[in-house]
């Protein structure tokens, strides 16, 4: 006795270890919520009503509480209450309780609960120690779980690691999600100890006794861990050894006891299926295929899928349509036999065409499990209340294990082969049944792969990792046969599907398709094809009530093209908004299922959305009017070139191959030009993986070619939607260091490169008309920017560069034509009219020119240019004053033009001079004075007109104004000379003017020059 008990002390010393470090990490996970519950508890609390009513001592389903009876109870269901106290707790109840499915599916989990609410109350921080106490057990049977196959240290140090690991954490306060993760560490390590050594018989039944009975209590804590039942048959049939005579016959009765004690055990939940049918079982399989569920781990990247986010109304609407027409029994409910069997049928029937995808899948979500403890998942919901205040433990956990995490999710996968290895040095059985055990509860989430579904995997890379240290001795042999049977049974299936998949285009070449009306609408930088009638005003019918369904299959049609576009369907639901792209190798097809479904938001397809730069690819939305023929609708885009289509969904072990091919086929860095086109070839068939785009930008800087780096960021940018303004914005930096060097041919092909990436991007085409007309082709840049403002009328940056090139070569014909032909196909757009204006104005025709301002000014009445424009063509008209007084507010409008439109006024003053309407003229050049000061022609011409009207004084005043600010006008001087000459000054009065001008400008030449005349013609007649 005392042996036995020295011999487990160190280990329960280690188990109490545990349990003091998962109870306070649970604490601090569920201690932020305070008196709140996560989303999920709150979505769920309404199933613990029965446990409240057990702890109130009404029995477990057996009696409920009116209101009036136990309003504290429907507070505390509705979360008015934090708490319940038992003097609250009513005497007596004679409600009966009305159970359903959701009773017996969780009955257990309600049971334990009750016992919770009995010992400790019925509040939300029971709710909290229930989901801590789970976590400390789970993380104790772990240990034990780890301690068949590693020493203690190994396995404290991995269960404390676990115990911590945000992955864990996020979900502990969900009870209903975290509840299963106690059950499946206790069946683990039932199965791990059957399998361990072999026993007496009797042992090994009482054993499967225990796996049976945990199983059952399982599975009425949630459904899903009805899985452990298979494994754990087999397992009892063909991996457990007998110390008998006769082992299959023990082994047959182990697994019937199993098998009995489950049935028992689980009698309440099957009574729950009895009542519901299969439809949660088809419900969430077909959830599974959706590509939000794909995208948790990293699988798809082919030309089709199945579906919206991984939400019940698509899904309940994909099973609806799919009911109708295959002439099933359209489901009432999906909580119904008819949608089981419909959605059943829906299953199967994808299964049989797309059976490789279930196997790449399933590899996918094994693979993904050593990416589970550094998930994105972790890092948006540590973004969320409550845990985006910061100052928690979760924080300082992720961070402490953020190193571990990114090395499982590199290397893990290696540890685990070369642990695999390792153990099948010891013993093939054990290596064998790890294998089975590991690939079948890795594969199983990847019929629903949701964070909450796969979480309580994120131990495995610690079990393999421990492994493998703790048999780190021993050779490493057999990676690769495993490697290679896997990879042969894969390859198969996907053969088969391929086939499937050339079956399937064969049916959409029968399609017919009818065109569908729609609009276009431009909302910035994005264009929306919208139809002009929803589904049921097309078809004739009642917009369906709720829980009826409208089905259509319909398909957007593009054009020729290298790319890949991207686009999304619009919906008035948001679960059914689906972003999706195609990649184009001439012309193609996009096929989709859309859905008119009545409900508390209503849901209609209201079209799709894509890039500006894309929607001319877009040749039009089509109904399949026999789409009730083939018998899937999945979200589907068809090629022109059938070879095209990616037939098959990957993930991430098949981008290993890809990456390992492509290093290859570069000498792993020998030969980058080969690696830069390795990797475009991926890029063009998976666009959607950014590894690829960052090994071909690595092989190309390292080429030492100069051209490649801007030809990968082409590829990159061509068929990576997401990627598109960095790669044209990489490309254009090119051409305009280029430029900057004189090479302005290349720059210009760089920006045409540009150009393809990214067609919308205007500005490329700018800078090519502008390196057009720097290297004397004028013509080909008139050409460019008239094209550019064909595209984007509402271009003045263009549009004064076209203006200038027309005014420098003399084309005011040419130009007035251009900007009439663009005035009249944009009616609405301003920029086009304004210039129209000034071209008209330009050509002598200042009335159209006048009439132009004036409608443009009403759409833009605070334009500047705009308004001093017509105030000048007003004053020509006669209307001085109000001429004038616009061009006065436009510069106060916009002082920067003050300069312009002071030299435009003094223009018009020129106009009336030259009409010898001098008072007018005076006016105006005094008006440009006080518009621009600093400009001095216009006080120059004030003193040439008050010459000629004879104010001599008035004049030489003005002349002395302006070389007062600018000494240096020999034109000004010239002038004041003369008139003091016609004003009969003579030497010494001149000597004196030109004196002062010196004295204030010493260093003036222009003043001391005509100050020495001055000197030498007034000493001459001295002399005389």
Same mark, same amino acid.
């Given at each position: 006795?005392?042996?036995?008990?020295?011999?487990?002390?160190?280990?329960?010393?280690?188990?109490?270890?545990?349990?003091?470090?998962?109870?306070?990490?649970?604490?601090?996970?569920?201690?932020?919520?305070?008196?709140?519950?996560?989303?999920?508890?709150?979505?769920?609390?309404?199933?613990?009503?029965?446990?409240?009513?057990?702890?109130?001592?009404?029995?477990?389903?057996?009696?409920?509480?009116?209101?009036?009876?136990?309003?504290?109870?429907?507070?505390?269901?509705?979360?008015?209450?934090?708490?319940?106290?038992?003097?609250?707790?009513?005497?007596?109840?004679?409600?009966?309780?009305?159970?359903?499915?959701?009773?017996?599916?969780?009955?257990?989990?309600?049971?334990?609960?009750?016992?919770?609410?009995?010992?400790?109350?019925?509040?939300?921080?029971?709710?909290?120690?229930?989901?801590?106490?789970?976590?400390?057990?789970?993380?104790?049977?772990?240990?034990?779980?780890?301690?068949?196959?590693?020493?203690?240290?190994?396995?404290?140090?991995?269960?404390?690691?676990?115990?911590?690991?945000?992955?864990?954490?996020?979900?502990?306060?969900?009870?209903?999600?975290?509840?299963?993760?106690?059950?499946?560490?206790?069946?683990?390590?039932?199965?791990?100890?059957?399998?361990?050594?072999?026993?007496?018989?009797?042992?090994?039944?009482?054993?499967?006794?225990?796996?049976?009975?945990?199983?059952?209590?399982?599975?009425?804590?949630?459904?899903?861990?009805?899985?452990?039942?298979?494994?754990?048959?087999?397992?009892?049939?063909?991996?457990?050894?007998?110390? @008998?005579?006769?082992?299959?016959?023990?082994?047959?009765?182990?697994?019937? @006891?199993?098998?009995?004690?489950?049935?028992?055990?689980?009698?309440?939940?099957?009574?729950?299926?009895?009542?519901?049918?299969?439809?949660?079982?088809?419900?969430?399989?077909?959830?599974?295929?959706?590509?939000? @569920?794909?995208?948790?781990?990293?699988?798809?990247?082919?030309?089709?899928?199945?579906?919206?986010?991984?939400?019940?109304?698509?899904?309940?609407?994909?099973?609806?349509?799919?009911?109708?027409?295959?002439?099933?029994?359209?489901?009432?409910?999906?909580?119904?036999?008819?949608?089981?069997?419909?959605?059943?049928?829906?299953?199967?029937?994808?299964?049989?065409?797309?059976?490789?995808?279930?196997?790449?899948?399933?590899?996918?979500?094994?693979?993904?499990? #050593?990416?589970?403890?550094?998930?994105?998942?972790?890092?948006?919901?540590?973004?969320?209340?409550?845990?985006?205040?910061?100052?928690?433990?979760?924080?300082?956990?992720?961070?402490?294990?953020?190193?571990?995490?990114?090395?499982?999710?590199?290397?893990?996968?290696?540890?685990?082969?070369?642990?695999?290895?390792?153990?099948?040095?010891?013993?093939?059985?054990?290596?064998?049944?790890?294998?089975?055990?590991?690939?079948?509860?890795?594969?199983?989430?990847?019929?629903?792969?949701?964070?909450?579904?796969?979480?309580?995997?994120?131990?495995?890379?610690?079990?393999?990792?421990?492994?493998?240290?703790?048999?780190?001795?021993?050779?490493?042999? =057999?990676?690769?046969?495993?490697? =290679?049977?896997?990879?042969?049974?894969?390859?198969?299936?996907?053969?088969?599907?391929?086939?499937?998949?050339?079956?399937?285009?064969?049916?959409?070449?029968?399609?017919?398709?009818?065109?569908?009306?729609?609009?276009?609408?431009?909302?910035?930088?994005?264009?929306?094809?919208?139809?002009?009638?929803?589904?049921?005003?097309?078809?004739?019918?009642? #917009?369906?009530?709720?829980?009826?369904?409208?089905?259509?299959?319909?398909?957007?049609?593009?054009?020729?093209?290298?790319?890949?576009?991207?686009?999304?369907?619009?919906?008035?639901?948001?679960?059914?908004?689906?972003?999706?792209?195609?990649?184009?190798?001439?012309?193609?097809?996009?096929?989709?299922?859309?859905?008119?479904?009545?409900?508390?938001?209503?849901?209609? #397809?209201?079209?799709?959305?894509?890039?500006?730069?894309?929607?001319? %690819?877009?040749? =039009?939305?089509?109904?399949?009017?026999?789409?009730?023929?083939?018998?899937?609708?999945?979200?589907?885009?068809?090629?022109?070139?059938?070879?095209?289509?990616?037939?098959?969904?990957?993930?991430?072990?098949?981008?290993?191959?890809?990456?390992?091919?492509?290093?290859?086929?570069?000498?792993?860095?020998?030969?980058?030009?080969?690696?830069?086109?390795?990797?475009?070839?991926?890029?063009?068939?998976?666009?959607?993986?950014?590894?690829?785009?960052?090994?071909?930008?690595?092989?190309?800087?390292?080429?030492?070619?100069?051209?490649?780096?801007?030809?990968?960021?082409?590829?990159?940018?061509?068929?990576?939607?997401?990627?598109?303004?960095?790669?044209?914005?990489?490309?254009?930096?090119?051409?305009?260091?280029?430029?900057?060097?004189?090479?302005?041919?290349?720059?210009?092909?760089?920006?045409?490169?540009?150009?393809?990436?990214?067609?919308?991007?205007?500005?490329?085409?700018?800078?090519?008309?502008?390196?057009?007309?720097?290297?004397?082709?004028?013509?080909?840049?008139?050409?460019?920017?008239?094209?550019? %403002?064909?595209?984007?009328?509402?271009?003045?940056?263009?549009?004064? %560069?076209?203006?200038?090139?027309?005014?420098?070569?003399?084309?005011?014909?040419?130009?007035?034509?251009?900007?009439?032909?663009? &005035?009249?196909?944009?009616?609405?757009?301003?920029?086009?009219?304004? #210039?129209?204006?000034?071209?008209?104005?330009?050509?002598? &025709?200042?009335?159209?020119?006048?009439?132009?301002?004036?409608?443009?000014?009403?759409?833009?009445?605070?334009?500047?240019?705009?308004?001093?424009?017509?105030?000048?063509?007003?004053?020509?008209? =006669?209307?001085?004053?109000?001429?004038?007084?616009?061009?006065?507010?436009?510069?106060?409008?916009?002082?920067?033009?003050?300069?312009?439109?002071?030299?435009?006024?003094?223009?018009?003053?020129?106009?009336?001079?030259?009409?010898?309407?001098?008072?007018?003229?005076?006016?105006?050049?005094?008006?440009?004075?006080?518009?621009?000061?600093?400009?001095?022609?216009?006080?120059?011409?004030?003193?040439?007109?008050?010459?000629?009207?004879?104010?001599?004084?008035? @004049?030489?005043?003005?002349?002395?104004?302006?070389?007062?600010?600018?000494?240096?006008?020999?034109?000004?001087?010239?002038?004041?000379?003369?008139?003091?000459?016609?004003?009969?000054? &003579?030497?010494?009065?001149?000597?004196?003017?030109?004196?002062?001008?010196?004295?204030?400008?010493?260093?003036?030449?222009?003043?001391?020059?005509?100050?020495?005349?001055?000197?030498?013609?007034?000493?001459?007649?001295?002399?005389?």
């Amino acid at each position: 006795m005392m042996t036995s008990i020295r011999r487990f002390f160190p280990d329960l010393l280690m188990l109490l270890i545990v349990a003091g470090v998962s109870g306070w990490s649970g604490w601090e996970a569920v201690r932020i919520y305070g008196d709140e519950l996560s989303l999920s508890s709150q979505s769920h609390l309404f199933g613990l009503r029965p446990s409240a009513l057990f702890a109130a001592g009404f029995g477990l389903g057996h009696t409920d509480c009116g209101e009036q009876e136990f309003p504290e109870l429907d507070a505390f269901m509705e979360r008015n209450i934090a708490a319940i106290p038992r003097s609250a707790y009513p005497e007596a109840c004679e409600k009966p309780f009305g159970r359903n499915f959701h009773f017996y599916f969780h009955y257990y989990l309600i049971a334990f609960m009750g016992g919770m609410f009995r010992l400790f109350g019925i509040s939300v921080q029971t709710i909290h120690l229930a989901c801590v106490v789970m976590h400390m057990a789970a993380m104790m049977f772990l240990y034990v779980l780890l301690r068949l196959m590693m020493g203690r240290l190994l396995s404290l140090a991995g269960t404390v690691y676990t115990a911590t690991l945000p992955a864990f954490l996020v979900v502990l306060p969900d009870f209903r999600d975290y509840g299963k993760v106690p059950i499946f560490m206790a069946v683990l390590l039932l199965m791990g100890y059957l399998l361990k050594k072999a026993r007496a018989p009797w042992r090994q039944i009482l054993l499967a006794l225990a796996l049976g009975i945990v199983i059952g209590v399982g599975y009425g804590f949630r459904q899903d861990l009805l899985i452990c039942m298979p494994p754990a048959m087999v397992l009892l049939l063909f991996g457990v050894r007998m110390h @008998a005579s006769h082992p299959w016959r023990w082994r047959v009765a182990a697994a019937m @006891a199993c098998a009995a004690a489950f049935m028992v055990t689980a009698t309440p939940v099957f009574k729950g299926r009895q009542e519901s049918g299969d439809f949660v079982i088809a419900h969430t399989l077909l959830q599974g295929l959706t590509s939000s @569920a794909e995208a948790e781990i990293q699988f798809g990247n082919a030309d089709y899928d199945f579906g919206f986010l991984g939400l019940d109304t698509p899904v309940i609407a994909s099973v609806g349509a799919y009911a109708l027409r295959t002439g099933r029994d359209y489901p009432e409910s999906y909580v119904s036999p008819q949608y089981a069997d419909a959605g059943g049928r829906l299953f199967r029937e994808t299964v049989l065409t797309f059976p490789a995808d279930f196997a790449a899948r399933a590899l996918a979500a094994a693979e993904h499990t #050593f990416h589970i403890p550094g998930s994105r998942f972790i890092q948006e919901t540590l973004k969320l209340a409550p845990y985006s205040g910061g100052g928690h433990r979760l924080e300082l956990f992720d961070r402490m294990h953020a190193p571990l995490d990114e090395f499982f999710s590199r290397y893990g996968p290696l540890c685990a082969v070369l642990a695999v290895v390792a153990l099948a040095a010891q013993s093939y059985s054990a290596a064998f049944w790890v294998c089975v055990l590991f690939f079948y509860f890795a594969a199983y989430p990847s019929l629903l792969a949701e964070f909450r579904h796969l979480f309580y995997l994120a131990f495995v890379p610690v079990f393999f990792t421990g492994v493998l240290l703790s048999r780190v001795w021993q050779a490493v042999y =057999g990676a690769a046969a495993l490697a =290679g049977i896997i990879a042969a049974a894969l390859a198969g299936l996907r053969i088969y599907q391929y086939r499937q998949a050339g079956r399937l285009l064969d049916r959409y070449t029968g399609v017919h398709l009818r065109l569908l009306p729609c609009r276009t609408e431009r909302h910035e930088n994005r264009i929306r094809l919208v139809p002009e009638q929803s589904l049921s005003e097309f078809f004739g019918v009642p #917009f369906p009530t709720r829980g009826q369904l409208l089905p259509a299959y319909l398909a957007v049609r593009f054009k020729q093209a290298d790319r890949t576009v991207a686009f999304t369907l619009l919906n008035e639901n948001d679960a059914f908004v689906k972003p999706c792209q195609l990649r184009l190798k001439g012309t193609g097809s996009y096929f989709f299922p859309v859905y008119a479904l009545g409900g508390i938001t209503n849901t209609v #397809f209201t079209g799709v959305e894509l890039s500006a730069e894309d929607g001319p %690819l877009v040749e =039009g939305l089509y109904l399949v009017e026999n789409g009730d023929t083939l018998p899937l609708w999945p979200f589907i885009g068809v090629p022109e070139n059938r070879e095209q289509f990616l037939a098959c969904k990957t993930g991430i072990l098949d981008r290993w191959v890809e990456t390992l091919g492509a290093e290859l086929a570069s000498g792993f860095g020998l030969w980058p030009e080969r690696g830069v086109d390795a990797y475009a070839a991926l890029i063009r068939r998976t666009p959607g993986h950014l590894p690829f785009a960052e090994r071909a930008l690595a092989h190309a800087a390292r080429s030492g070619d100069e051209t490649l780096l801007p030809a990968a960021w082409e590829t990159i940018g061509v068929y990576m939607p997401e990627m598109r303004a960095e790669a044209a914005f990489r490309i254009a930096e090119k051409a305009e260091a280029l430029k900057n060097q004189g090479s302005y041919k290349q720059a210009i092909h760089y920006h045409e490169t540009a150009l393809n990436v990214a067609p919308g991007e205007l500005w490329n085409r700018v800078r090519i008309g502008e390196l057009q007309a720097a290297s004397g082709d004028q013509e080909s840049a008139r050409h460019t920017f008239k094209r550019i %403002l064909r595209q984007a009328p509402e271009s003045p940056y263009t549009a004064k %560069l076209l203006d200038d090139l027309c005014q420098q070569e003399g084309l005011h014909e040419d130009a007035a034509v251009f900007w009439r032909e663009l &005035n009249e196909a944009y009616p609405d757009a301003d920029v086009p009219l304004l #210039f129209r204006g000034i071209s008209l104005e330009r050509a002598g &025709n200042t009335d159209a020119a006048y009439d132009a301002y004036s409608r443009f000014l009403r759409m833009r009445p605070d334009h500047a240019p705009a308004l001093y424009r017509q105030g000048a063509l007003e004053a020509m008209r =006669g209307n001085i004053e109000d001429g004038a007084g616009k061009m006065r507010d436009a510069a106060k409008r916009d002082p920067q033009l003050a300069s312009e439109i002071a030299k435009r006024c003094a223009e018009v003053a020129v106009y009336f001079a030259e009409q010898q309407h001098y008072e007018a003229a005076v006016y105006l050049n005094q008006t440009a004075l006080e518009i621009f000061p600093d400009d001095l022609w216009p006080q120059v011409r004030l003193g040439e007109l008050y010459d000629t009207a004879g104010d001599l004084e008035a @004049a030489r005043n003005a002349y002395l104004l302006v070389l007062e600010k600018a000494p240096e006008s020999p034109y000004t001087a010239g002038k004041l000379e003369a008139l003091m000459r016609r004003m009969k000054l &003579n030497a010494r009065q001149r000597m004196e003017v030109w004196e002062d001008l010196v004295k204030r400008h010493p260093d003036a030449t222009v003043p001391a020059a005509y100050l020495q005349e001055s000197l030498t013609e007034n000493h001459r007649q001295d002399m005389q």
